[in-house]
C-alpha cells in the first residue's frame, strides 16, 4: 500500500492499486482460510477494503500472526528444550 493521502491524522487511507480510483479505508472482517480439510474463520480482522471496487487486502501484522498460531510447528521447539532441560535435571 502507498500514496497515503491523509498525512498526519490518526486513520490512514491508500490509494487503490487495483482500480486506481477507490481509497482503501480500515476495516475489520471476518478472515476466511483453509488449513488442511478445515475452513478456519476469524471474526474481527484487520483488513483495508476499497471503497469503489471493494478489494481487500489483509493486515500484513495479522496474517503473520494468524500464520504462527495455526502452524502445528509452533510452540515444539520451546517444549522440546523444556523437556530436555528437565531430564538434564534428573
Known sequence: MHDELSEGT???YYLCSECQTGVLRQQRLTYFTW???ELI???NFPSWVCDVCGRRVYDARAINWLNAILNPETGKHAALQNHKESDSDN
Open 35 to 37: 488449513l488442511n480439510q
Open 10 to 12: 490518526s486513520k490512514r
Open 41 to 43: 474463520t476469524v471474526p
